[in-house]
């Protein structure tokens, strides 16, 4: 019940924090993951966790490696110049979070929660000062939504 209670809390805060200021407190991912991992023990054995974190990983790795080629060949970038195109907060995040899911949830999760994200930036953008979106603010919403379902249903 006290893991919940802080991951739930960890959730609404890295959300208030991305939204508010478009960066995310490195303590909160880290405090976020450790309670994540040891939550998720109790649930599975610790080999299913560990297999499900590396191809969670992997998919996270593909996924920019896939982003990072479409910006070379479109916008001629550097890889330093990736930070400008995706935060590193949102890429933490994503990691941190990616050892609660089994493989085949986490790449649903992944494409849900990208298009939700999108959706309400074009819902709410107008109201932003900035033309980023907050995804890991946006992201954390869906993975407390999903988290509050898996436990409590």
């Given at each position: 019940?006290?893991?919940n ?58 996924l ?15 890889i330093t ?16 979070i ?15 929660s ?14 932003r ?8 603010g946006?992201?954390s ?13």
């Amino acid at each position: 019940m006290v893991f919940n209670l802080i991951i739930i809390s960890m959730l609404c805060w890295i959300a208030f924090d991305d939204f508010k200021s478009r960066s995310i407190r490195v303590l909160t991912l880290l405090i976020l993951f450790i309670t994540l991992v040891v939550s998720k023990i109790d649930f599975d054995h610790p080999l299913e966790l560990i297999f499900n974190s590396v191809v969670n990983f992997s998919y996270l790795l593909l996924l920019t490696l896939l982003v990072y080629t479409y910006l070379k060949v479109k916008y001629k970038i550097r890889i330093t110049d990736l930070e400008n195109f995706i935060g590193l907060g949102d890429a933490f995040f994503l990691a941190c979070i990616s050892v609660w899911f089994e493989w085949n949830v986490f790449i649903v999760f992944c494409t849900v929660s990208f298009l939700v994200s999108l959706i309400l930036h074009f819902v709410f953008g107008g109201q932003r000062k900035t033309s980023t979106i907050p995804l890991a603010g946006y992201q954390s919403l869906c993975f407390l939504l999903f988290y509050m379902y898996s436990v409590y249903n």
